[in-house]
């Protein structure tokens, strides 16, 4: 691995060009990454992107790093192979919400709960954007699209939620408005030992434009998104007027600071081994309408699979020595034949 | 051992086959193996046939509850377990009933009395006692309580209540055949001293059992003779006995060791191909990730992402597990990385027959994937003959950055049959090169890696993984430009592209073996198989020669593709007929191949080819 090169984002652009549909949010979310880049301090050799299927799932062509455009769904199991074996990579996960939520959604969740040291980035537009417009696993029950003209009949899934329920140990939320706050969000889960799981409120302006905008529109997200900052209490609004409080049935309400005083709301504590509170807090919005927390709902240390599994190499090797195929073959009862 | 008043005459047999049957939970399986073992140590060919329900304890005393376990033990080479057993031995009256009809008549039925009361025989379907009636008379029966004098012997140990030391009741029956058949008792006892070392009471009861039952044999004046089959002539050697799935794991740990490169395997638990995850899983040693995955998909994914990251990856699995796979292995035909997937066959379609042994995914192996997705197909044709093919597999895997897929069967995998250690230094090195440098130059003058650059001679592409400075680079799905890898639809790419594949999977013909036959070069008569049925094929075959028939019998390790005189061989022959565990798939491969008129000979019952049942085939053709 090299020693903390010096790169530019020239670096880690591919000579392909991005073949996004014009005014795509895909676009701001790969600028944010090719930025973001030479501030880890990371080699693009030592990096690895892997994705699915799906207008998100381009991405790794237009890294200049390595990278595998897999096949549907599997992008989290292929990179689990890939960080298992090569543990000592930069090993990032990218897919939208069909990809990772429907079809792969098994592995998105085994990949949390076994903790492989994989970064995932999750484009969640809340429709299928390759496939020309059906609806998905995260869109709004009702949802009227050409599989659905009578309206989408599924709860969406909250893919924090979903993560939080997983055992994800990083669990992060951004949108493709902030650059700032997505490249902050985006090191946050890089620097994470486990699974990170960050999901991004993304704009498909073809086929559902402004699904987000009620939440991220510059002259809305004061009032509509809630910031997590770990140690503070968590207060959004125009003029920081709002909060949130946990509430006598454990739940997470959004009150009035006058009426409930500072010292009654929460502070965020990303830390909490116990995942009940980041639950509680992903509630806060049954979609991107109400008023919505981003940032980081939980970073916690848990041991990471693709450590292990190198570590029970060596401790084999310990107790056995390196492999010899002469003496296996002569494991079991064996007899001479003159 | 006393002396007693009438020791049996001892006469010389060169072959026996026993077959052990009870419920499930009498051990029947470990009986059967260690009858094996002893017999295997000793110096006896032998081959061997577990047969057990897919249930892990169907209900007590029913027939479906019957496990099984045939060994055919011989003075001189064989190659099949044997068709119809000398020696039943029936620990319930299930077993007696289910296996019965598969005893050659005149034949010996050693049965466990203490089972045969009113409970058992009614569960077993009897509605009377077939001791007590003449039913038996064409076979030599031998009554034993083999329950009761194991609990009695084991009264007086601590610690072993009567239920427990009912348990023991197999290595009673052990005693009583290992004395029968002279087998060697310290193999077995050696064992029982390993296995149990944790559970002294256990070893103590299993050890009164089993010399209760050898102690049987010679005082209980109930037998006339006692039999030996002597050492068999095999060549100078070490010898192991090896099962089919012990030796593919090897065989792809030797292939790691050969191919100095680390290994990855992705799967998930699938019968009967388990005990390849169970086996690599204790070698870690030799440097093998094993990864329990979350379902099949994610099990050949993952080693696909190992693959890329060059390791030498896996997957292994049986037929329902490979159609899970399909769409992962077309994508490694697409990216033209190593992969190896191990089908062990079972019976199917769906969950089908899970612990029987079929042939039926042989063209689900050719053709089974979306797309044109040509990729290596070989098979095992023996339990020891899977320690060769899975080094094949790795070596034609890394040679074609190919996925390749590995044929064994439900038969081979849980069979086993003394093997010759092969000498490790004669085991070819299959190491191959990962690209460290730019490949091309453009017109400015500017280098660059370009990941579909290919080996004139072999057509296999550039190798770059990750972590190599300067050979970034993209792979993916979509059909890619020839040299650089990048995306393209260009309609005569993609032509191209798919001529590629192909030609580089066919060209493979050049880099394996003629095809293999045996037999009369003269003969009007050829039998063409592969995978296990070559014990059979291979066993009619000699028994027909001996009979004075003319037959040749080719063998197909090679299938995708099939070695390049196989057409040849065909042609000389004025028939020929393939049996096959299947509806007839490779006789459609090879009469669509070469339009030859093969004759297909099928059957699919969960069951092996006996000899017997190809040899009237034989004799039918030739004769």
Redesign the interface.
């Known amino acids: 691995?090299?020693e903390a090169p010096t790169t530019t984002k020239a670096d880690w652009t591919?000579d392909?060009e991005p073949r996004w549909c014009p005014g795509c949010g895909d676009y701001s979310i790969l600028t944010a990454v090719q930025l973001m880049m030479p501030e880890i301090g990371t080699?693009?050799?030592?990096?690895?992107?892997?994705s699915g299927?799906g207008c998100a799932a381009r991405f790794?062509?237009y890294?200049?790093?390595?990278?595998?455009?897999?096949?549907h769904g599997?992008a989290p199991?292929?990179?689990?192979?890939?960080?298992?074996?090569?543990p000592?990579?930069d090993v990032w996960v990218i897919g939208g919400d069909g990809d990772m939520l429907s079809i792969g959604g098994?592995?998105l969740i085994?990949a949390m709960r076994r903790n492989v040291n994989i970064t995932i980035l999750l484009f969640n537009n809340q429709i299928y954007g390759l496939t020309k417009g059906q609806y998905s696993p995260t869109s709004e029950v009702g949802k009227v699209t050409k599989s659905t003209p009578m309206g989408s009949l599924d709860e969406p899934f909250n893919p924090i939620s979903v993560a939080l329920g997983a055992e994800a140990t990083f669990v992060a939320r951004t949108h493709d408005m902030d650059r700032k706050h997505m490249q902050e969000t985006f090191k946050r889960a890089h620097a994470h030992k486990g699974s990170a799981l960050v999901e991004i409120f993304q704009n498909c302006n073809v086929f559902n434009d402004g699904a987000f905008a009620q939440i991220t529109k510059k002259d809305k997200r004061d009032e509509m998104l809630i910031p997590l900052v770990h140690g503070e209490p968590i207060r959004f609004g125009v003029d920081n007027e709002m909060g949130v409080i946990s509430n006598a049935e454990g739940s997470a309400e959004i009150v009035k600071v006058a009426d409930v005083g500072e010292s009654a709301l929460l502070v965020h504590d990303e830390t909490r081994s116990d995942p009940s509170m980041a639950f509680a807090i992903s509630r806060l919005a049954s979609g991107p309408y109400q008023p919505t927390p981003v940032g980081v709902f939980r970073s916690v240390r848990r041991p990471e699979y693709a450590a292990n599994?190198?570590q029970?190499?060596a401790?084999?090797?310990d107790?056995?020595?390196?492999?010899d195929?002469?003496a296996?073959?002569?494991s079991?009862?064996?007899?001479?034949?003159? | 051992m006393t002396d007693t008043a009438s020791t049996p005459e001892v006469q010389e047999l060169d072959r026996i086959v026993v077959r052990f049957a009870g419920d499930s939970g009498d051990g029947m399986q470990l009986t059967g193996e260690r009858f094996t073992n002893a017999s295997a140590l000793f110096g006896n060919d032998l081959a061997t046939l577990p047969e057990f329900p897919a249930e892990i304890r169907a209900p007590q005393g029913t027939l479906a509850g019957v496990s099984a376990f045939q060994v055919q033990v011989s003075d001189h080479d064989i190659s099949t377990p044997g068709d119809s057993p000398n020696v039943l031995v029936a620990m319930n009256p299930a077993a007696l009933k289910k296996e019965l009809h598969r005893l050659e008549v005149g034949g010996t039925i050693i049965v466990n009395t203490d089972t045969f009361e009113d409970r058992n025989l009614s569960k077993a379907g009897y509605d009377h006692n077939p001791l007590e009636t003449n039913e038996l008379d064409n076979y030599t029966v031998f009554e034993v309580p083999m329950t009761s004098i194991t609990k009695e012997v084991c009264k007086d140990i601590d610690g072993v209540k009567p239920r427990d030391a009912e348990r023991s009741k197999n290595f009673f029956a052990l005693g009583l055949l290992s004395w029968l058949y002279q087998r060697p008792l310290e193999p077995t006892t050696e064992w029982i001293a390993q296995k149990f070392a944790k559970l002294p009471q256990v070893i103590e009861a299993n050890n009164a059992a089993f010399k209760a039952g050898h102690a049987f044999g010679e005082t209980a004046e109930m037998f006339d003779y006692t039999y030996e089959v002597k050492p068999a002539k095999l060549a100078p050697g070490t010898y192991t006995n090896i099962a089919g799935n012990v030796a593919l794991s090897w065989g792809l740990i030797a292939a790691g060791q050969l191919a100095k490169l680390p290994m990855f395997l992705g799967s998930y638990p699938i019968t009967p191909a388990s005990d390849i995850l169970h086996e690599l899983s204790k070698h870690k040693n030799f440097g093998i990730r094993t990864f329990q995955a979350e379902d099949e998909i994610a099990a050949v994914a993952s080693a696909v992402g190992a693959s890329f990251g060059g390791h030498l990856a896996l997957t292994t699995t049986s037929g329902p597990g490979v159609a899970l796979k399909g769409e992962a292995i077309g994508l490694a035909v697409n990216l033209e990385l190593p992969l190896i997937v191990v089908d062990i066959q079972r019976g199917g379609p769906s969950t089908g027959l899970p612990t029987k042994t079929e042939q039926s995914d042989l063209l689900m192996a050719m053709y089974g994937r979306h797309g044109e997705s040509p990729m290596p197909v070989i098979a095992a044709y023996s339990p020891s003959h899977c320690f060769m093919v899975a080094i094949e597999a790795a070596r034609l895997a890394l040679k074609y950055r190919t996925p390749v897929m590995l044929l064994s069967d439900g038969y081979i995998a849980n069979g086993s049959e003394p093997w010759n250690l092969p000498d490790v230094s004669t085991l070819p090195d299959i190491s191959t090169t990962f690209a460290t440098a730019p490949n091309h130059v453009d017109e400015d003058g500017n280098e660059h890696f370009w990941p579909y650059l290919r080996d004139p001679e072999t057509l296999a592409r550039a190798w770059a993984v990750p972590g190599t400075p300067g050979l970034m680079h993209r792979i993916g799905g979509i059909e890619k430009e020839d040299g650089t890898g990048n995306i393209s639809y260009d309609p005569s790419n993609h032509q191209r592209m798919t001529d590629i594949r192909s030609d580089k999977i066919a060209g493979i013909a050049k880099d394996i073996p003629a095809t293999w036959v045996e037999g009369d070069e003269d003969a009007d008569l050829l039998m063409l198989g592969w995978g296990s049925t070559w014990g059979a094929i291979s066993s009619a075959s000699k028994r027909a020669r001996a009979a004075g028939y003319k037959v040749a019998h080719a063998h197909l390790i090679h299938i995708n593709p099939f070695p390049s005189d196989l057409g040849d061989v065909l042609s000389r022959y004025k028939r020929v007929i393939c049996p096959e565990m299947n509806m007839g798939q490779l006789s459609r491969l090879v009469r669509a191949e070469f339009l030859v008129d093969v004759e297909s000979v099928t059957k699919v019952q969960g069951q092996p080819y006996t000899a017997g049942e190809l040899y009237d085939v034989i004799i039918d053709a030739a004769g």
């Not at chain 1, 390595?66 to 096949?71: A, D, K, L, T, V």
């Not at chain 1, 079991?332 to 003159?338: A, D, L």
């Open positions: 691995m090299s591919s392909q080699a693009p050799e030592d990096t690895v992107f892997i299927i790794p062509y890294m200049n790093t390595y990278g595998m455009h897999s096949i599997r199991a292929v990179a689990t192979g890939m960080a298992m074996a090569r000592e990579l098994n592995h085994h599994a190198t029970q190499l401790v084999a090797q107790q056995k020595g390196p492999g195929i002469h296996l073959l002569r079991q009862p064996t007899w001479e034949v003159g």
